[in-house]
């Protein structure tokens, strides 16, 4: 889409000129990002997206043709259609980093800007950053039961549209994929394009040896044959190991690798490696496919397979298990002659309840950086490291731990100021790099695929205490 400032919902846009026509387009909202459950029953999520929220918030602009467009539905004001003409985002914007681990309830993106901004970027502002924090938060998952083997992100042909395959991989790698078979992401953002070769390529010979031998030639110092179009264990395995002997080895050449993608992945990567390590093929690694996803790479493993890479497509470019990232826009605070005005949205559960007012985000760490606890304070509060400090459970609030020797670190950066870029963003690598770190301050426990450990996500008294004001004043009990 090559200008998406109408990728919105329709109400967006009925209510900003509803906003103009009460002449509160210079009034100043405050929204937050954030989401209420891990996928997957999992113990953290991992952000991504925000490259690409910040390139559209840089780039909004509305066109003469879809002024037009709106135009013709006769009900937006032309004094609010001559408004969309000359609009920027104009607002300011926080955000954690790409690549770090967060948490259900934590502000990850914090938009102060006039009401109508707020309103108009929504839709795009959540499709960007749920998708990819979705498939960033499963290739997390994937990458860590493989236990450091290499995990190659294989679904481009699967994936729901264009961008789902790109901004798809491009997740996937900040969260520690290796490499993606989609080239346009190696051409787009430099992720390693890698792969083997397809059951069309073998099918297309006489025979079997015939394709392996015609490949090697081709690439004699890449060879990765697909070994179980017609039997794995009776002539795919075998020819490979003919095509080195005879071809590859007498140049000076080592079969690099094979693949299997049907049967007993366990079974036939054994008898795989037996066969090549008998045929002195130490080094030549095997790689697997066939719709994994995290829960049966873990269960290859402790069957005791000998693979050394897996290739995931579908079941991560979708994120199948869990297909939704549930992350929210809430308006959280209006500003009224410079003064903060905290709103709330009740709800039958406190955790759905949102959480008012202009907000900070920060991480404690123990000394050997292992991540203790998240605070959500209020923007301008500090949390003062030299002094011991008490975190305590906000629904069950008798539940108290003093924390000491802590150091706390501020999540959320202003990335936008007044509608200008502040920070040079990061680049892949550097997202990826920051990802890893993070994953490596968690605790194995919240880690863990199953039945992790909860997190403490708390809030400090002053927020604590704000909330609560405002939930009493709107249940009526003090209005
Ligand atoms: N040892 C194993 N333990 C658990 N799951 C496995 C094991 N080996 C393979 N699988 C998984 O079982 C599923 C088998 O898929 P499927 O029923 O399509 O069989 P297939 O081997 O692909 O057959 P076909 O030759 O028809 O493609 C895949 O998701 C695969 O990853
Ligand atoms: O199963 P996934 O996790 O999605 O991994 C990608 C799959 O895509 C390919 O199959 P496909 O049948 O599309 O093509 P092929 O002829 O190359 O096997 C590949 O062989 C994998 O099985
Ligand atoms: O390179 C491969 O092996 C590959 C690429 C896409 C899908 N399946 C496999």
Same mark, same amino acid.
Not at 173 to 179: N, Q, R, S, T
Not at 351 to 357: A, E, H, M, S, V
């Given at each position: 889409?090559?200008?998406?400032?109408?990728?919105?919902?329709?109400?967006?846009?009925?209510?900003?000129?509803?906003?103009?026509?009460?002449?509160?387009?210079?009034?100043?909202?405050?929204? *937050?990002?954030?989401?209420?459950?891990?996928?997957?029953?999992?113990?953290? @999520?991992?952000?991504?997206?925000?490259?690409?929220?910040?390139?559209?918030?840089?780039?909004?602009?509305?066109?003469?043709?879809?002024?037009?467009?709106?135009?013709?539905?006769?009900?937006?004001?032309?004094?609010?259609?001559?408004?969309?003409?000359?609009?920027?985002?104009?607002?300011?914007?926080?955000?954690?980093?790409?690549?770090?681990?967060?948490?259900?309830?934590?502000?990850?993106?914090?938009?102060?800007?006039?009401?109508?901004?707020?309103?108009?970027?929504?839709?795009?502002?959540?499709?960007?950053?749920?998708?990819?924090?979705?498939?960033?938060?499963?290739?997390?998952?994937?990458? &860590?039961?493989?236990?450091?083997?290499?995990?190659?992100?294989?679904?481009?042909?699967?994936?729901?549209?264009?961008? @789902?395959?790109?901004?798809?991989?491009?997740?996937?790698?900040?969260?520690?994929? /290796?490499?993606?078979?989609?080239?346009?992401?190696?051409?787009?953002?430099?992720?390693?394009?890698?792969?083997?070769?397809?059951?069309?390529?073998?099918?297309?010979?006489?025979?079997?040896?015939?394709?392996?031998?015609?490949?090697?030639?081709?690439?004699?110092?890449?060879?990765?044959?697909?070994?179980?179009?017609?039997?794995?264990?009776?002539?795919?395995?075998?020819?490979?190991?003919?095509?080195?002997?005879?071809?590859?080895?007498?140049?000076?050449?080592?079969?690099?690798?094979?693949?299997? /993608? &049907?049967?007993?992945?366990?079974?036939?990567?054994?008898?795989?490696?037996?066969?090549? /390590?008998?045929?002195?093929?130490?080094?030549?690694?095997?790689?697997? &496919?066939?719709?994994?996803?995290?829960?049966?790479?873990?269960?290859?493993?402790?069957?005791?397979?000998?693979?050394?890479?897996?290739?995931?497509?579908?079941?991560?470019?979708? @994120?199948?298990?869990?297909?939704?990232?549930?992350?929210?826009?809430?308006?959280?605070?209006?500003?009224?002659?410079?003064?903060?005005?905290?709103?709330?949205?009740?709800?039958?559960?406190?955790?759905?309840?949102?959480?008012?007012?202009?907000?900070?985000?920060?991480?404690?760490?123990?000394?050997?950086?292992?991540?203790?606890?998240?605070?959500?304070?209020?923007?301008?509060?500090?949390?003062?490291?030299?002094?011991?400090?008490?975190?305590?459970?906000?629904?069950?609030?008798?539940?108290?731990?003093?924390?000491? *020797?802590?150091?706390?670190?501020?999540?959320?950066?202003?990335?936008?100021?007044?509608?200008?870029?502040?920070?040079?963003?990061?680049?892949?690598?550097?997202?990826?790099?920051?990802?890893?770190?993070?994953?490596?301050?968690?605790?194995?426990?919240?880690?863990?695929?199953?039945?992790?450990?909860?997190?403490?996500? /708390?809030? &400090?008294?002053?927020?604590?205490?704000?909330?609560?004001?405002?939930?009493?004043?709107?249940?009526?009990?003090?209005?």
């Amino acid at each position: 889409m090559q200008n998406s400032a109408l990728l919105m919902d329709f109400y967006a846009l009925t209510m900003a000129n509803s906003y103009f026509e009460q002449g509160r387009q210079d009034e100043i909202a405050y929204f *937050d990002y954030f989401f209420r459950r891990v996928p997957d029953e999992g113990g953290y @999520a991992v952000f991504a997206g925000l490259e690409q929220l910040l390139d559209y918030l840089e780039n909004l602009h509305f066109s003469e043709q879809e002024i037009a467009f709106l135009q013709q539905k006769q009900i937006f004001s032309e004094g609010f259609l001559d408004y969309l003409r000359h609009f920027r985002f104009r607002g300011d914007l926080w955000a954690v980093k790409e690549g770090t681990a967060v948490f259900p309830a934590e502000p990850l993106v914090v938009i102060r800007a006039p009401i109508i901004d707020c309103t108009l970027i929504e839709a795009f502002l959540l499709l960007t950053l749920n998708h990819q924090t979705l498939i960033a938060t499963k290739a997390a998952r994937i990458v &860590s039961v493989a236990q450091g083997r290499n995990v190659l992100e294989f679904g481009a042909r699967r994936a729901h549209g264009v961008d @789902a395959a790109h901004f798809g991989a491009r997740a996937a790698y900040i969260a520690g994929v /290796d490499g993606t078979s989609n080239v346009y992401s190696d051409f787009a953002c430099g992720i390693p394009a890698l792969g083997t070769m397809a059951h069309a390529y073998v099918q297309s010979f006489d025979n079997e040896y015939e394709a392996f031998l015609q490949y090697a030639k081709t690439y004699p110092d890449n060879t990765v044959l697909l070994v179980d179009t017609y039997d794995t264990l009776h002539q795919g395995i075998p020819n490979a190991i003919r095509v080195h002997r005879e071809y590859l080895a007498p140049r000076g050449y080592k079969l690099k690798g094979i693949r299997i /993608d &049907s049967g007993d992945l366990a079974y036939l990567s054994i008898r795989a490696r037996e066969m090549l /390590d008998a045929a002195g093929l130490t080094e030549t690694k095997i790689t697997v &496919s066939n719709s994994l996803d995290e829960y049966l790479i873990k269960d290859l493993l402790l069957q005791g397979a000998k693979i050394d890479s897996f290739g995931v497509g579908e079941r991560l470019i979708t @994120a199948k298990s869990e297909p939704v990232f549930g992350g929210v826009y809430k308006i959280v605070a209006l500003e009224n002659a410079g003064r903060i005005i905290p709103k709330i949205k009740l709800s039958e559960t406190l955790q759905k309840t949102t959480t008012p007012g202009f907000k900070n985000l920060w991480r404690l760490y123990d000394k050997n950086h292992k991540a203790i606890a998240d605070v959500i304070t209020l923007h301008d509060e500090i949390i003062d490291s030299t002094k011991p400090y008490m975190l305590f459970d906000p629904e069950y609030t008798w539940k108290t731990k003093w924390v000491t *020797d802590f150091v706390a670190e501020q999540k959320l950066q202003q990335w936008i100021s007044q509608g200008e870029k502040q920070l040079t963003i990061p680049t892949l690598e550097e997202s990826r790099a920051h990802c890893r770190q993070e994953l490596q301050s968690l605790w194995n426990e919240v880690r863990r695929l199953e039945k992790p450990h909860g997190y403490y996500v /708390d809030l &400090s008294q002053d927020l604590w205490t704000l909330k609560q004001h405002l939930i009493e004043r709107h249940s009526g009990k003090k209005e």
